[in-house]
């Protein structure tokens, strides 16, 4: 078989297209369903921590993870009581939460946003650390 000019351009042109090497990625999974739910679906990560939903006998939740089954923070407990089923979609840096939730007082599926409220003790550190800061300020004009 005789190879024709565009013929052996065409090799050539396949053979770099293609990696001399190809390196294998090797991934693991992580269980995340939660104990109390019959199953799960994860929808969204974000510095460490992943959102979604669980299902249990009757209902949805909302669902935050950090890893591990055991780390599921069910933040259907963050809503009122007429919040019937709810679900989690995106997370972002911040660890701000979008996703909906069933509203049975008006019948209707509503957007809601879950904002991370900083823990007391880190705005006690930090105005610790400020005050800190304050009073060596002051010390050094004296």
Do not use: C
Not at 14 to 25: F, S, Y
Not at 36 to 61: C, D, L
Not at 129 to 135: E, N, R
């Amino acid at each position: 078989m005789k190879l024709t000019k565009e013929g052996i351009w065409m090799l050539a042109l396949a053979l770099v297209a293609v990696p001399l090497t190809a390196e294998a990625q090797t991934y693991t999974f992580i269980e995340l369903s939660p104990s109390g739910f019959r199953s799960s679906q994860a929808w969204g990560i974000s510095g460490g921590h992943e959102i979604g939903y669980g299902i249990t006998a009757t209902n949805e939740h909302a669902l935050l993870w950090s890893g591990t089954a055991a780390s599921a923070v069910d933040l259907q407990n963050f809503l009122p009581s007429n919040y019937l089923d709810s679900a989690a979609f995106r997370i972002d840096a911040n660890g701000d939460i979008v996703g909906e939730a069933y509203n049975s007082s008006t019948g209707t599926q509503d957007a809601i946003l879950w904002v991370l409220v900083p823990e007391p003790t880190t705005v006690s550190l930090l105005a610790l650390g400020l005050g800190v800061l304050f009073m060596a300020a002051r010390i050094r004009r004296r």
